[in-house]
């Protein structure tokens, strides 16, 4: 039976390289003199934002119907290392980076800088997958986990145009973020949190009365309440490390 069920979680971790993959297609379709090249960003940060519900889902579903396997973690692996490192990676070079070249040899831009800053983003997920692979803190993730480092690029262009956004505050934004993934700060666990705070019916009364919520604040305005939750997530782990270091330094 466990055999048999195997396929429901893999299904959703394909699910999450499918979009992924299409992300990155959409992306590969845009101009950045054309006028609709935004909209393709923005349909693109959509798409990485709905691999992370499907990466969120496998391992519930994993854990659910007890099939958890070493093919099925592996495949995960890989999947987030498409979706959540090379998607956004690339997703950053089209918006941003696409004309950062310098002058090298006597030749105008000879040398496309941009390209290797956005390659900082897959390799940084990459060894962060790796790592985890290896060792982990069943109760914490050490470093930024690479699905929300993803949706923070994915829901970029839903919040912000290209216009908006001055390149050297866009390089600095996404090399931190990278640098997050592969650091050793201490991010907790939400599952881990909310098993031990909520029971089930508390739980689903609590997500209710948070759908209510953001119904409330509306529905357009739902990218401004995720980014607002995923950069408090990003920023808890920067103050755990800032406070444990204070205590530290006193001790």
Same mark, same amino acid.
């Given at each position: 039976?466990?055999?048999?069920?195997?396929?429901?979680?893999?299904?959703?971790?394909?699910?999450?390289?499918?979009?992924?993959?299409?992300?990155?297609?959409?992306?590969?379709?845009?101009?950045?003199?054309?006028?609709?090249?935004?909209?393709?960003?923005?349909?693109?940060?959509?798409?990485?934002?709905?691999?992370?519900?499907?990466?969120?889902?496998?391992?519930? $579903? #994993?854990?659910?119907?007890? +099939?958890?396997?070493?093919?099925? %973690?592996?495949?995960?692996?890989?999947? /987030?290392?498409?979706? &959540?490192?090379?998607?956004?990676?690339?997703?950053?070079?089209?918006?941003?980076?696409?004309?950062?070249?310098?002058?090298?040899f006597d030749k105008p831009d000879y040398f496309p800088l941009g390209m290797?800053? $956005? #390659?900082?983003?897959?390799? +940084?997920?990459?060894?962060?997958? %790796?790592?985890?692979?290896?060792?982990? /803190?069943?109760?914490? &993730?050490?470093?930024?986990?690479?699905?929300?480092?993803?949706?923070?690029?994915?829901?970029?262009?839903?919040?912000?145009?290209?216009?908006?956004?001055?390149?050297?505050?866009?390089?600095?934004?996404?090399?931190?973020?990278?640098?997050?993934?592969?650091?050793?700060?201490?991010?907790?666990?939400?599952?881990?949190?909310?098993?031990?705070? &909520?029971?089930?019916?508390?739980?689903?009364?609590?997500?209710?009365?948070?759908?209510?919520?953001?119904?409330?604040?509306?529905?357009?305005?739902?990218?401004?309440?995720?980014?607002?939750?995923?950069?408090?997530?990003?920023?808890?782990?920067?103050?755990?490390?800032?406070?444990?270091?204070?205590?530290?330094?006193?001790?």
């Amino acid at each position: 039976m466990k055999l048999k069920l195997t396929w429901i979680p893999n299904t959703l971790t394909l699910g999450n390289l499918t979009l992924g993959f299409v992300s990155m297609l959409l992306v590969s379709e845009t101009n950045p003199s054309q006028p609709n090249s935004h909209e393709l960003f923005t349909l693109a940060g959509v798409f990485i934002i709905l691999a992370a519900l499907f990466d969120g889902f496998d391992g519930m $579903a #994993a854990r659910a119907l007890n +099939c958890t396997s070493e093919l099925g %973690a592996d495949l995960d692996s890989l999947a /987030d290392l498409t979706t &959540f490192g090379i998607a956004p990676g690339f997703l950053s070079y089209k918006m941003f980076f696409y004309d950062i070249k310098l002058d090298i040899f006597d030749k105008p831009d000879y040398f496309p800088l941009g390209m290797f800053i $956005a #390659a900082l983003y897959p390799i +940084c997920a990459a060894y962060r997958l %790796a790592r985890f692979n290896v060792a982990h /803190d069943p109760k914490s &993730f050490n470093g930024l986990p690479s699905p929300v480092a993803g949706v923070v690029i994915g829901i970029f262009p839903l919040v912000f145009s290209v216009s908006q956004v001055p390149l050297w505050t866009a390089v600095t934004f996404f090399v931190i973020t990278a640098l997050l993934m592969v650091s050793t700060l201490r991010y907790s666990k939400p599952q881990v949190a909310m098993r031990g705070l &909520f029971s089930w019916k508390k739980l689903g009364i609590s997500l209710v009365g948070l759908g209510l919520i953001l119904f409330a604040i509306g529905f357009y305005r739902w990218p401004y309440v995720m980014y607002g939750a995923v950069g408090f997530y990003v920023f808890s782990g920067i103050v755990s490390f800032l406070i444990q270091t204070i205590q530290d330094y006193r001790v």
